[in-house]
Nanobody, 115 residues
């Protein structure tokens, strides 16, 4: 069973910032590309950003320049720094490997951006 524990979400005004954290089990984290995904109400889950085991990152166009993804390999943790948040960033945010390793998802962390 995959263990993924996301935290750091909350309610923030447009233009504000949040930093999300995700602690993953070693099985899914070690040596793998990790990613943040999000699912807005009524929409499919989408890929937000990825970070390779060596720290290389890629971002969806919708968050490029506003979000920054990093990882701490010693702590099996990935972070998502979200700046200049917009109402359309409202979603439940999840972390997982990329591509996804079967084994389930964490509970996610809710981000709500008010206008």
């Amino acid at each position: 069973q995959v263990q993924l524990v996301e935290s750091g979400g909350g309610l923030v005004q447009a233009g504000g910032s949040l930093k999300l954290s995700c602690v993953a089990s070693g099985r899914i984290f070690a040596g793998n590309t990790m990613a943040w995904y999000r699912q807005a109400p009524g929409k499919q889950r989408e890929l937000v950003a990825t970070v390779t085991s060596s720290g290389g990152t890629n971002y969806a166009n919708s968050v490029k320049g506003r979000f920054a993804l990093s990882r701490d390999n010693a702590k099996n943790t990935v972070y998502l720094q979200m700046n200049r948040l917009k109402p359309e960033d409202t979603a439940v945010y999840y972390c997982n490997s990329y591509p996804i390793i079967p084994g389930g998802w964490g509970q996610g962390t809710q981000v709500i951006v008010s206008s």
